[in-house]
């Protein structure tokens, strides 16, 4: 039996020592932190939460509350110090961070099969099983290393994102279908306006309040992913000339081409989810809603993920990983965490917990696997960020446009609520059943 070392104990990397070792794996994890923090960590515990406390929706309507107890189920470690330390937040969960993470570096520091070093690793290890979770900040040799494994047009620095609705949420009496120039079928989502909303949309845009970048963050950015609310403040007509021009454009209401005009491309292979394109943003979240609500056909748009801007390096998952999060290239090499392109403190943890699963599998020479499944949140997330057909790879927070779609149609007032919970209803069977298998593997005395 192979042992699996794993570099980085935040979240995924927690989660990964965890599970492997209970399935009775030898681990030897790899931290940094008492040897030389990132800007962002100020603490030497594992899984600290450097942003916010919280951890989203509890409901399990929502896809990050159903990944969560998809996570409970199969005995997630995070979860179990998440469910602990919880704080009173309302219909979300939110933990008391120095608990949360002191009860998972507690649960790890004393599991006998986890050997703990206390050491910054400079290069991917040469063989072996390995996991590399060190999160979106890598630097240094190791980063090095990383874009020489990955090859260096496949590690990239992502700052600037635009937002993500849902298909559902689109009003399309006021939005039509159609390329440029009749070219390429209908394959975009255009929403037009006249020169009266035009002037009002941009007027509120340059004055919005702008989530604040932290120092660290303002190392890298690109032209080529300016926030769509700079471009306004260069000038009325700028994005009118970029974004959103309206040329080769005719709006079927009028028989003419808009003033201006937004498209929506297509995000996810079913078709559910749409980008706003090129409307990377840093306005706060609750101005995105409202300022691009006063869009035409957005007035009630759903929001699947919100456009950020922050320094985040992550790869090109879908040319380098398997659904198993491993190396296509390389047997045993397997990444975790935000650098494969999953957005989020549990979606972080989701991948964790699959790396950890098919690393301690490897290791134990078990050939008889679990393949992560469409239905569920967690196996959605592991099959997106593997998706090789994908043209255009975007990190992504946990979302029902990333499930499978659910087959039977719902009416009336809440048939969004049904949807959901039909769906969830269909995950938590399909998790149970692989909970059931990796669960009775598990090592109840940790050896």
């Not at 009266?196 to 007027?203: G, K, L, Q, V």
């Not at 290791?363 to 998706?387: F, H, K, R, W």
């Amino acid at each position: 039996m192979s042992k699996v070392t794993i570099v980085g104990a935040g979240l995924a990397g927690s989660e990964a020592a965890y599970l492997a070792a209970s399935l009775g794996v030898d681990v030897d994890l790899y931290e940094m932190k008492k040897v030389r923090k990132s800007p962002a960590h100020h603490s030497d515990g594992f899984a600290e939460l450097v942003c916010s406390n919280s951890l989203r929706a509890a409901s399990t309507e929502n896809a990050i509350g159903l990944l969560k107890e998809e996570l409970r189920q199969l005995g997630s470690l995070i979860m179990e110090a998440a469910d602990r330390s919880a704080v009173p937040a309302g219909g979300a969960l939110a933990v008391d961070r120095e608990e949360f993470s002191s009860y998972i570096t507690g649960k790890i520091t004393s599991h006998p099969r986890i050997s703990v070093f206390h050491e910054e690793m400079e290069k991917i290890p040469s063989d072996g099983i390995v996991i590399i979770a060190t999160g979106p900040l890598t630097d240094g040799a190791l980063y090095d290393s990383i874009r020489e494994m990955t090859g260096c047009d496949d590690l990239h620095f992502f700052d600037a994102a635009a937002p993500i609705v849902s298909l559902e949420s689109i009003d399309m009496t006021k939005a039509f279908r159609q390329s440029r120039y009749g070219k390429g079928g209908d394959d975009y989502i255009n929403c037009p306006m006249n020169r009266d909303e035009y002037i009002a949309f941009r007027e509120a845009l340059v004055t919005a309040e702008r989530a604040e970048v932290k120092d660290f963050d303002r190392e890298i950015v690109f032209e080529g992913c300016m926030p769509i609310e700079t471009m306004a403040s260069r000038g009325e007509d700028t994005m009118r000339f970029g974004p959103l021009k309206p040329v080769g454009l005719v709006d079927p209401r009028t028989g003419e081409e808009p003033y201006a005009c937004l498209q929506l491309r297509q995000d996810d292979r079913a078709g559910t989810m749409y980008n706003l394109v090129g409307f990377q943003t840093r306005l706060k979240w609750p101005e995105q809603k409202r300022v691009f609500g006063m869009i035409p056909g957005l007035e009630y748009a759903e929001y699947l993920r919100y456009g950020v801007m922050h320094r985040n390096t992550y790869i090109n998952s879908p040319q380098l990983l398997t659904p198993h999060y491993e190396m296509r290239k390389r047997h045993g090499l397997f990444f975790a965490g935000q650098m494969t392109g999953v957005e989020g403190y549990i979606e972080s943890t989701a991948s964790g917990f699959v790396a950890g699963y098919y690393a301690a599998m490897e290791a134990l020479g078990v050939s008889d696997v679990i393949e992560p499944s469409q239905v569920t949140v967690i196996g959605s997330m592991a099959n997106y960020v593997a998706d090789s057909r994908l043209k255009s790879f975007v990190p992504m927070n946990a979302n029902f446009g990333l499930v499978a779609p659910y087959p039977a149609k719902f009416k009336g007032k809440d048939k969004k609520k049904q949807k959901n919970q039909a769906i969830a209803s269909r995950a938590l069977e399909a998790v149970g059943e692989a909970a059931s298998k990796i669960n009775g593997m598990r090592c109840s005395d940790g050896v």
